[in-house]
């Protein structure tokens, strides 16, 4: 049973006509009654909800007869229509080439309408290169939401004009990742982006220090050594025993200054002598986009302030 609170058609609350305390719906029922006094003040509910039911979100999807939500992605927030691509009638038949070419003149003033000045224009560039970046690097929606509002904060601020559109898009794609939590370094962003990996920390720190001034955490060493481990096709065992080393070491003279690639790479190696994982510096380290003395010096650091005591189980059969 849900329970909802009764609102008349102006929005204000239902009362009870007896004791004049709220009413509640119970939409399994269809009735409208009194919590306190328990008076059914009304038996036939409309039931709003849609009268088909999805088991998955795809089949919510298709089933589904209103547009999409809004986002900030798009520089309309996705509230304008959009003609699609495939020139076929609702029969899944081809159109006669002169619907075909009044189809497309169609399309054509659309994409004119929705982009009426060159602030418009400009926003559509940048957001559909974030959207870009961030497909190529799968990222999840909430972190292409993030980097949208990133961006469109530096456009209300004036910060954004005449600044590089790909490095605009890439810092705020790698600044959303930051504050989502999402394990992306900066040289991978760049690498989609197809741009230098100093014009992107570049723009990162502009954007830092002129837009989003709060402090931006670094990435969690755990979520780099569950990545580090899939890339490198790693035992699990490895990682567990990787994981727990980490959470036990989690120290901030350790990890300060320090990049996280580098020190999850130290765990998973560490990890992999404990557990008689033969996997050699070299290999961590090229998964890990990092030299081997780095780690090796992660290692040594490690070692130097922690002790590392390991319980061997004997068969007594």
């Not at 929606?141 to 559109?165: D, L, Q």
């Not at 790698?174 to 992107?200: F, H, P, S, W």
């Not at 720190?205 to 931006?216: A, G, T």
Request: charged share 25%.
């Amino acid at each position: 049973m849900t329970d909802v609170i009764g609102k008349s058609g102006d929005g204000s609350l239902l009362r009870c006509p007896n004791c004049r305390r709220p009413l509640i719906g119970d939409y399994d029922k269809g009735e409208l009654l009194c919590s306190h006094c328990g008076l059914v003040v009304l038996d036939h509910i409309q039931d709003s909800s849609p009268e088909w039911k999805a088991l998955d979100p795809e089949e919510k999807l298709k089933r589904v007869r209103v547009g999409a939500p809004r986002t900030l992605a798009l520089h309309d927030f996705g509230l304008t229509t959009e003609i699609s691509q495939v020139s076929r009638d609702s029969g899944g038949n081809s159109l006669a080439p002169y619907m075909r070419q009044s189809l497309e003149s169609m399309r054509k003033w659309q994409r004119r309408i929705r982009t009426s000045n060159s602030q418009e224009r400009g926003l559509s560039e940048v957001l559909s290169r974030i959207t870009e970046f961030s497909e190529a690097l799968s990222l999840p929606s909430n972190t292409v939401e993030t980097a949208a509002h990133i961006y469109r904060t530096s456009v209300k601020m004036k910060f954004a004009k005449s600044k590089s559109i790909a490095g605009m898009a890439a810092a705020s794609v790698y600044l959303a990742c930051r504050q989502c939590g999402v394990g992306r370094t900066l040289k991978e962003i760049a690498k989609a982006a197809n741009i230098d990996k100093g014009a992107v920390a570049k723009y990162y720190r502009l954007i830092l220090r002129e837009v989003k001034m709060d402090y931006v955490p670094p990435h969690p060493v755990q979520k780099y050594i569950s990545k580090l481990v899939n890339l490198a096709h790693i035992d699990t065992k490895v990682e567990r025993l990787a994981l727990s080393l980490a959470a036990d070491m989690k120290d901030s003279k350790l990890s300060s200054g320090k990049a996280p690639a580098g020190l999850a790479a130290a765990y998973i190696y560490i990890s992999a002598v404990m557990q008689g994982y033969r996997l050699p510096q070299r290999e961590i380290a090229e998964v890990a986009e990092v030299t081997e003395v780095t780690v090796r010096n992660r290692c040594r650091e490690i070692l130097d302030n922690f002790t590392i005591r390991q319980r061997l189980k004997v068969d007594k059969s």
